[in-house]
């Protein structure tokens, strides 16, 4: 699988960004697809993780209530809606897939996007 993320940018605090990942995977809908981000200096931590079919979404604790995961299994994508975004969500974003049923471990996930920045400033 692989998986191409795009969407991200510079945006002052409190505004928004829509992050996109398209997959080249034939069976798109047969994966668990996340979110995860990297700041500088920081490990890498879960954002958001949608099951297969979109019924089922989890969030970390540092976005919920702002962030919404979303994937459209027709187009092979899944979206990540920010808004109300603080400084301290500058990292780069990945999007992650795995054939799993469920998670939402970083080292759980086999595939991975090649990241795209997004800087909110304040």
């Known amino acids: 699988v692989q998986l191409q993320a795009s969407g991200g940018g510079l945006v002052q605090a409190g505004g928004s960004l829509r992050l996109s990942c398209a997959a080249s995977?034939?069976?798109?809908?047969?994966?668990?697809m996340g979110w995860f981000r990297q700041a500088p200096g920081k490990e890498r931590e879960f954002v958001a993780a949608?099951?297969?079919?979109?019924?089922?979404?989890a969030y970390g604790d540092s976005v919920k209530g702002r962030f919404t995961i979303s994937r459209d299994n027709a187009k092979n994508t899944v979206y990540l809606q920010m808004n109300s975004l603080k400084p301290e969500d500058t990292a780069v974003y990945y999007c992650a897939a795995d054939f799993a049923r469920w998670t939402t471990r970083t080292d759980e996930y086999d595939y991975w996007g090649q990241g795209t920045l997004v800087t909110v400033s304040s």
């Open positions: 995977a034939r069976t798109f809908s047969n994966y668990l």
């Open positions: 949608i099951n297969r079919g979109g019924g089922l979404a």
